[in-house]
């Protein structure tokens, strides 16, 4: 660079930072073409492995602005400087390739695979390697497979497809997937792994558009993730998004309509039979009929679930346009996305908008990629008791309760909703109907997401970039409350509504530089850096009683209500500075070395703990390029190890100290005054420190039959140091707002993972390939920190409790701890011989184990309980399988999880002979009915003063491994069918390619299970993974797509 | 080359020219370190731990009247609360049951906020009395506390200082437990006013902490001790403060609050905007009333949760008044079919008659709590009833300072303060109707007028426990009892969850 160009560049620099900061977009300027001039042509054509023709392929002439792309036919026509130079070759999805001219002028070329291919490039934080290079655990996940699943998020559509990559999804809209990479390896809060797109922090949840993907890489061990240092503690994803490419302009269009269905459902009793069984119970008890159901006259019937089911509907719809040329390419896509739920009133929509750029000019290279999406969400109140949950209420509710009646209507609920009553038919179930009528809560999430970059090449082999990222999301959620119960004993409420806004920015500041040098055979490359961040929320909330309605319909805004006002609203802010580095060294493509550290600041600790360094090192061999190895059929072997230190900062902002709750008040005085109070409401612990995650990961990668057949292999072990807990604390402390923050010990996470790939060298009209991956996963409690002293014996306490479960040292995280069931009494000998029940226990109960004081009449109580199973599955596996004939395609997908058990509280509640509808499979012990699990049927509550039965009662326990099962299953995730019209079909009209599709997703499980979906997220994602608490199932989708190509 | 340098540098102060501040306090709150400086900080301190009493429904908004009330043989639970019924029957298999966990642990974040006050309050610079007084109300509000753990959970653990995570205290005996509260009682009697100004009435007084020690002692049955902290009130300088209201009734009514019968009185307003019990949402307003009177009202204007016993009219029809009348307190205790005597046609029950509302059907002989209802000045109930409780009665520091007197063998001593009680309702005096009782007759006869005069009110279980009258035989009255295990059910199961957090914790017997 000449000094004279020096002011024009620098002016540069500055306007792209204030750009990236402004995060506007950047309009790339249209690079130049070169003259020559003595020319030839070189033409050819370019096709993919099994011969068919590629269009749209980038050629190139290296190291100039030369270029074009192949056309619908995979021909291209390039003109060149006479005899030589080297032809680029470049296609999405496959692997560059160059090939010097030398004279010719036909070169044709056939281009491989990437996912075959070892000289693909991975992105792998900060820098690009080429695949065979890698030397930590890096998993590649493919578009191609990601795509052909109906995914509301990037992360709900990794299922199966990674080793270690556990993913446990939801069925609502707008719901996001939980995301575990190699086992749990922190208690509290977010387990979820780190996502960079387009190098900034940000997590692709429902607001990022999955069409935008191009590619995804998993960094799982400690080495690859530790350029991220404190934050990486729980697996990286690093998501690229889709870039112009040489040529064009390319249109691309897709659209796809999905239908979907819950498959499965609790088979409930209909009113005839629910006034049958009900009766029964209420006889069997000694109990008088409820008034209603012994007055029932047979003219409702009504089945909750067909009223909250319906028949689902995704849209989805994308349109790109790219292109480029040798010094500048974009891409613009717009997505829409529609998501009408399987639930009553539950819908969800999304629109998104990205410009990616990147321009060329002499040394520095401009780039910027920025999405804009706007995104909704609608849904009644959920959570909280005053909600219930619609996958527990539409099966506990009692058919003989109509939906609705005018007959009902009170001042109490002016709907006229059916619900219980304790003197007609007694029931809590919550009419979801009328909570999707009275209630609403509608989010609108704004969001802005994007980076800049300014490269500058200082010398060849040494490039300076800046990055800016931005994330910034202006988020607007309205929650109304018209008058009316849906319920029995709802505390009757005015009419009211809340208006919350709240605006989250994130920014980013980086600065790196990458190297490149080979000195013969040693070959060095890396990065060096510094990056800044800041993180915070802030949101203000207003809120108003009493909506004014004229005609039956609301007004909603704050002004047009007239009771009382309310508002609030906070500010959370913290800031994260870094040093970062990496060096990547390769001696003779023989021997390669990877040394990594990063040192986080972060404002979420105290001064004495903010600051943590996170080394790692990774060593690899390649075997294969030795002299002395000589296996034919080994076509690449590469052994791999590496050591490392990861962090994980699961804060919030200050939580490293105690603060003052303002919000309790007392009345005093004859005027009955509200006054102010003050108090410490929330323990806090001093001295939270980083979580450390040590990493060894040992594997190979192998090529066999010149890499047709492809194997991954992985051994690790990582123990995390320092774990942050929410420590549930005893009740007698007074704790409230949440279980504190404490750093409580040690994890152990140890698994193998295997990934195979066969793809045949067909050269015929029939191709297919394969792929699967197995992993396994252990997890362990090493300590527990100090969890207090047993004073008796002086040792520390070695668990902590949650719902059923325990946390226990020596065993896996979460695992269940309730009393043993041991079948059903069949007769009084039985009871007499137990004894421990004998004191309510009649022929048809429930028989629990007594651990403590067995065989005595010591009662059955807390302490015989025992473990009972462990959440987490033993072995999960995915398998793809892509097949072509000519022009017909088939793909499939399994994924199969095994050996988890499953808490099934849905079931829980339905089987107890309370207040709930009965299961159509219900089968009680009667002395004629003995082969049966289920225990005599009766009423196990106290009726209107006269105790129940305590032997009904004590069938119910809900801390019992009655409700327990194996939740093993295996899942046809997606099967697709598609068909690739002919070139010529319609090339009059413009159009390049065409393809339409079928696709069902979820079409069947196979499980033993009897709750609606395995596949729960839990009640608490980490100490209680397994709890099916009313999880919203995954849907049964089918879907019909068409795409184009321009 | 040394430009391009330039550059970067410049670029890198350009960048480092943004607002980095890591010590960036929290906008949101202050910390506990900058808190408790002033008499201000002091008085919040304190306001928050009499928060306690509205915080969720676990005390005196709800539930802590069913553990008094709906447990005992006066109650039952006559609603749809299948757990609350179960509970309330004996049949309890589920140790973490909310209606027995959270009001320990409210009774607990009460004794955390005391505990904040006793600690930190004693180092503020600030006026010297009333940095004593507030300590004092601290500790008698923590004494409050701890009575109630110990009646209802016998061997509550200790904690006297703000709580650590790592805090692993163990049971107390009951002994030790009633020994503390005695202990704070003691301590805020010597700090605490004989009364306040108007716009403090609901603070704890001097006169409250006498008659919560002497409930103390005779729960413990230390009748010389509770004679001594009952005498304050009866015959010492509050003898002047208190005296029984002419209408028995007016100790249930919005309108004649804090009377000179209330000893201690919760004062409740009612707040139309609340949206939450939990009193530590910053975001949202809470609840300052109190939501017994929904629960406890007959349908369909209550969810009649909890219903009294029938027997409990007959024990006031054994007597009638010195004119001929029935005994007044029986239509202010109860709306039954003859709340007024006249009967089912004439009772009102919220605006309309008893006779209208239920007629033969199954509510017809149904017999509901009155004394936290609102009937008097409305037709409907809600979650926010603004009638304050009064937690003691002069009349119930008399009858209990008779018991005392009794019990340590003044049985003669007793009688005139029996007698005013009974004479307020207009009944003969005992000294009259039944003069020279034996010790073992006056306390029988005092358990008999005990229910007269605070059935319903929330002392029946302690009253019961402390006779050692708890047992099966209780089922003649109460079916409920039939499942009554003598040696377990006398108190609750201490929450499975703290027993399974701290190894020093064992569980109460039997369970």
Not at chain 2, 145 to 172: H, K
């Amino acid at each position: 660079m000449s000094k004279k160009n020096l002011p024009k560049s620098f002016f540069w620099l500055v306007t792209v930072i204030l750009a990236g900061m402004a995060c506007d977009a950047y309009s790339a300027p249209l690079g130049n073409y070169g003259n020559y001039d003595s020319q030839m042509i070189v033409t050819g054509k370019v096709s993919d492995g099994s011969g068919q023709p590629l269009p749209g392929v980038s050629v190139r002439l290296k190291g100039t602005n030369t270029g074009g792309v192949t056309n619908a036919s995979g021909v291209y026509s390039l003109t060149v400087p006479e005899g030589t130079g080297t032809l680029v070759f470049s296609f999405v999805g496959y692997a560059t390739q160059e090939i010097p001219v030398s004279n010719r002028t036909e070169i044709n070329v056939t281009l491989v695979d990437d996912a075959q291919s070892l000289e693909g490039v991975v992105v792998i934080g900060y820098q690009t390697v080429r695949k065979r290079d890698l030397t930590g655990s890096v998993g590649v996940v493919s578009t191609e497979n990601t795509e052909r699943i109906v995914a509301r998020s990037v992360p709900e559509a990794l299922q199966g497809l990674s080793p270690g990559v556990t993913v446990r999804n939801g069925g609502a809209p707008g719901q996001e997937a939980v995301v575990n990479i190699r086992g749990l390896s922190t208690f509290y809060g977010n387990a979820s792994p780190l996502y960079i797109i387009d190098g900034m922090y940000a997590d692709p949840n429902t607001t990022i558009n999955p069409n935008d993907v191009e590619s995804m890489q998993v960094l799982k061990d400690a080495s690859a993730a530790a350029i991220y240092g404190s934050r990486a503690a729980n697996g990286v994803i690093i998501i690229t998004t889709k870039k112009g490419r040489e040529g064009g302009p390319k249109i691309e269009a897709s659209s796809r309509v999905s239908i979907a269905n819950l498959p499965k459902r609790y088979e409930m009793m209909d009113a005839r039979q629910y006034v049958t069984t009900n009766t029964s119970a209420y006889q069997a008890s000694g109990f008088p009929i409820q008034p209603a159901v012994a007055a029932y006259n047979g003219f409702v019937n009504t089945n909750w679930a067909d009223e909250l089911l319906r028949t689902g509907l995704v849209q989805d719809y994308n349109a790109t346009i790219s292109g480029g040329s040798a010094n500048a390419n974009y891409l613009i896509s717009a997505g829409y996305f529609d998501d009408k739920g399987t639930l009553l009133a539950r819908d969800f929509d999304r629109k998104s908008f990205r410009v990616n750029t990147e321009t060329k000019r002499g040394k520095f290279k401009l780039g910027e990629n920025l999405s804009i999406t706007s995104s909704n969400n609608r849904t009644p109140q959920l959570g909280g008791d005053f909600a219930g949950n619609p996958f527990y209420d539409m099966f506990a509710s009692v058919p003989i309760i109509p939906v609705r009646s005018d007959d009902l209507i009170s001042s109490g609920n002016p709907g006229g909703w059916g619900y219980g009553s304790a003197g007609a038919v007694n029931t809590y179930a919550r009419n979801q109907v009328a909570l999707a009528n009275i209630t609403s809560v509608n989010s609108n999430f704004n969001k802005l997401l994007g980076n800049a970059f300014l490269d500058f090449e200082i010398l060849t082999g040494l490039t300076y970039r800046f990055n800016a990222g931005l994330e910034t999301s202006f988020d607007r959620t309205k929650n109304i409350r018209r008058e009316g119960s849906w319920y029995q004993n709802q505390s009757p409420e005015v009419s009211r509504l809340t208006d919350n806004r709240s605006q989250f920015l994130s920014y980013l500041f980086e600065h790196t530089v990458n190297f490149n040098k080979d000195f013969g055979k040693h070959s060095f490359n890396g990065v060096v850096g510094y990056t800044e961040q800041t993180v915070q929320t802030e949101n203000a909330l207003g809120g108003r009683l009493n909506l004014a309605q004229f005609g039956g319909n609301y007004f909603t805004t704050i002004n047009s209500a007239t009771g009382a006002m309310s508002s609030s609203g906070e500010l959370r802010r913290h800031l994260i500075n870094s040093f970062l580095g990496r060096i990547n060294y390769n001696y003779a493509d023989r021997y390669l070395a990877t040394f990594t550290f990063r040192s986080d600041k972060d404002s979420r600790f105290s001064p004495r703990y903010r600051t943590g360094n996170f080394p790692s090192a990774a060593l690899a061999w390649r075997l294969s390029n030795e002299d002395f190895f000589n296996i034919s059929w080994i076509s690449d072997l590469k052994l791999r190890g590496s050591y490392g230190i990861l962090g994980s900062a699961n804060l919030g902002a200050y939580e490293f100290t105690g603060f003052l709750n303002q919000a309790p008040s007392a009345v005093f005085g004859t005027g009955q005054a509200v006054v102010n109070g003050a108090t410490q409401a929330k323990l806090v612990s001093e001295s939270l420190r980083w979580e450390e995650k040590r990493t060894t990961n040992l594997g190979f990668d192998a090529g066999f039959l010149e890499n047709r057949l492809t194997a991954s292999f992985e051994a690790f072990r990582a123990v995390s140091k320092d774990v942050l807990v929410g420590q549930p604390l005893p009740f007698y402390l007074g704790n409230l707002l949440g279980d504190p923050l404490v750093n409580i010990g040690s994890i152990e996470n140890k698994g193998l993972e295997l990934e195979v790939a066969y793809r045949p060298a067909s050269t015929g009209n029939f191709k297919w390939n394969i792929a699967a991956n197995f992993s396994v996963i252990r997890n362990k409690v090493l300590e527990l920190g100090s969890l207090g002293i047993d004073e008796e014996t002086g040792e520390q306490r070695s668990y902590i409790a949650s719902g059923n479960t325990r946390t226990q040292i020596g065993r896996a995280v979460g695992e269940y701890y309730v009393l043993r069931t041991d079948g059903i009494f069949q007769n009084q000998a039985e009871i007499n011989a137990h004894r421990a029940q004998a004191a309510y226990a009649k022929p048809g109960d429930i028989r629990y184990v007594n651990y403590v004081n067995g065989g005595t009449d010591d009662d059955i109580n807390d302490r015989d309980r025992v473990f009972a199973g462990s959440p987490w599955p033993k072995f999960t596996s995915g398998l793809q399988f892509n097949s072509s004939y000519k022009n017909f395609s088939l793909s499939l997908q399994l994924y199969g999880s095994f050996g988890q058990k499953l808490y099934n509280d849905v079931l829980r509640e339905l089987d107890s002979y309370g207040y709930s509808n009965y299961r159509t499979d219900v089968n009680p012990w009667t002395p004629s009915n003995t082969n049966t699990t289920f225990p005599r049927l009766g009423v196990a509550y106290a009726v209107n003063g006269v105790p129940a039965d305590r032997g009904i009662t004590s069938n119910t326990r809900g801390n019992s491994d009655r409700w327990i099962e194996d939740g093993s299953f295996l899942r046809l995730r997606n099967v697709e069918f598609a068909y690739t019209l002919p070139d010529k079909a319609f090339s009059r009209i413009g159009i390049t390619n065409a393809r339409v599709f079928l696709s069902a997703q979820n079409l069947f499980t196979i499980t033993g299970y009897s709750g609606l979906d395995p596949d729960v997220v839990g009640a608490n994602v980490n100490l209680e993974p397994g709890v099916d608490n009313g999880n919203y199932p995954s849907s049964r989708i089918v879907s019909f797509g068409l795409g184009f190509g321009f | 080359m040394k430009r391009i340098i330039n550059i970067i540098i410049f670029s890198l102060i350009i960048l480092a020219g943004c607002k980095r501040d890591f010590d960036e306090v929290n906008p949101n709150a202050p910390t506990i370190a900058s808190f408790w400086k002033t008499s201000d900080d002091a008085v919040k301190g304190v306001n928050a731990v009499y928060g306690t009493f509205y915080r969720t429904a676990g005390l005196y908004s709800r539930w802590i009247y069913y553990h008094g009330t709906l447990k005992s043989d006066e109650g039952f639970g006559s609603g749809g609360d299948g757990g609350l019924n179960n509970l309330v029957s004996f049949n309890q298999t589920d140790y973490n049951l909310p209606l027995t966990a959270i009001t320990w642990e409210t009774l607990y974040v009460g004794v955390f906020r005391a505990n904040q006050v006793i600690a930190y309050v004693p180092d503020i610079e600030m006026d010297p009395v009333l940095r004593s007084r507030v300590i004092a109300e601290a500790k008698f509000l923590r004494a409050l506390f701890y009575f109630n753990l110990t009646l209802y959970y016998g061997r509550p653990p200790i904690m006297l200082s703000p709580s650590q995570p790592e805090d692993v205290p163990r049971n107390a005996t009951t002994a030790e437990a009633y020994a503390q509260v005695a202990k704070d009682l003691n301590e805020a009697i010597r700090d605490l006013p004989a009364s306040y100004p108007e716009a403090e009435v609901g603070r704890a007084t001097k006169g409250a902490a006498y008659a919560l020690l002497g409930k103390t002692y005779l729960q413990q049955r230390m009748y010389a001790q509770a004679a001594d902290a009952f005498a304050w009130l009866v015959t010492g300088p509050g003898a002047s403060i208190y005296s029984l209201v002419d209408n028995y009734r007016d100790n249930f009514l919005v309108t004649t609050e804090n009377n000179p019968e209330s000893v201690y009185e919760i004062q409740f307003n009612e707040n139309l905007a609340e949206n939450t019990d939990d009193d530590v949402r910053e975001d949202l307003i809470n609840n300052t009333g109190t939501s017994i009177a929904q629960f406890y009202a007959p349908p369909p204007v209550g969810f009649s949760d909890g219903a009294a016993r029938r027997w409990l009219i007959d024990e006031f029809l054994q007597e009638e008044t010195e004119t001929g009348q029935r005994d007044p307190r029986l239509s202010a205790s109860f709306l039954y079919s003859h709340t007024d005597p006249a009967g089912p046609s004439a009772t009102m029950i919220y605006g309309e008659t008893f006779e209208s509302r239920y007629g033969t059907g199954p509510n017809a002989n149904g017999v509901w709590f009155r004394k936290f209802l609102n009937d008097h000045w409305k037709n409907t109930e809600g979650f926010r009833s603004p009638n304050n409780y009064r937690l003691i009665r002069y009349a119930d520091v008399l009858l209990m300072y008779a018991e005392a007197l009794n019990g340590s063998g003044s049985t003669a001593e007793a009688y005139p303060f029996v007698d005013r009680v009974r004479q307020r309702a207009g009944l003969p005096t005992l000294s009259e109707s039944k003069p020279n009782l034996g010790q073992q007759a006056f306390l029988n006869q005092l358990k008999h007028e005990r229910i007269l005069e605070l059935a319903g009110e929330g002392w029946r279980w302690a009253d019961l426990l402390r006779w050692g009258d708890l047992s099966p035989a209780l089922a003649v009255r109460d079916p409920e009892f039939t499942n009554f295990v003598v040696g377990r059910h006398e108190y609750y199961p201490i929450p499975q969850r703290d027993i399974d957090l701290n190894p020093n914790l064992t569980q109460n017997p039997k369970y």
